[in-house]
């Protein structure tokens, strides 16, 4: 069965440090791979999404990146931090039905404070 | 960007009795989807109904969809207070890329036992 691996679930970090968030997924091949953001009480926003290896799209500019070094695995960067970046940050993979249905399986979170 | 508009924004409920949420989204969709998601968790997917249908159930859950209207209710009947959660609903689109979806902003819901 697939699952889907994020971590560290709970970060505190201060102004200006770098940013390190991680996630797995097995149990599928080439799976589509998404970071959102979740602000308190809010929606989710996308921030990035892949659909192979090296090959991320940006869907809001700021100072975060991602990258995808390995079928399965999908980091979402920072080099250094504002207090804006607070936030829980929810990774999620998916496959394309026949349909052409997205259906999004996420991980468990990580919910980030900058201080 | 957001395109689904949940209401209510929030919804308290008796143990037993039924909640019903709506969405409202503006543009063509291929499919509407509902997610949940506990306090502090990952959403998880609950149901998806494609455009050419009007509804669907999976237990407990009931959703119709009317895209003359753009809008999608779902209904959970005889709640339960495990039920407590905020409900997404998303759509998902052909044009384009299919692959992202667009988010509602939710509905938070609490069951009360």
């Known amino acids: 069965s697939q699952t889907i691996h994020q971590w560290p679930a709970t970060l505190v970090q201060p102004v200006g440090s770098p940013l390190s968030l991680e996630c797995t997924v097995e149990g599928t091949s080439n799976p589509n791979l998404y970071w959102y953001r979740q602000a308190a009480g809010r929606g989710l926003q996308l921030l990035f999404y892949s659909v192979g290896i090296g090959q991320i799209s940006s869907e809001v500019p700021q100072n975060l990146s991602a990258s995808r070094p390995q079928d399965r695995q999908f980091i979402l960067s920072s080099k250094k931090l504002l207090l804006s970046d607070s936030g829980f940050y929810l990774c999620a993979w998916s496959v394309i039905w026949g349909s052409g249905a997205n259906v999004l399986t996420f991980g468990a979170g990580s919910r980030l404070t900058v201080l | 960007s957001q395109q689904g508009e949940e209401d209510p924004q929030a919804l308290s409920i008796q143990e037993g009795e039924n909640a019903t949420m709506n969405c409202s989204y503006k543009t063509s969709i291929n499919n509407l989807q509902w997610y949940r998601q506990n306090s502090g968790r990952g959403l998880v997917h609950l149901i998806l109904?494609?455009?050419n249908e009007r509804e669907k159930h999976s237990g407990r859950l009931r959703v119709t969809l009317d895209t003359s209207k753009k809008s999608s209710s779902l209904l959970i009947t005889a709640s339960r207070a495990a039920d407590t959660a905020s409900y997404f609903c998303a759509t998902g689109h052909n044009a384009g890329n299919n692959r992202k979806l667009i988010w509602g902003l939710g509905t938070s819901l609490a069951v009360n036992p």
């Open positions: 109904i494609r455009s």
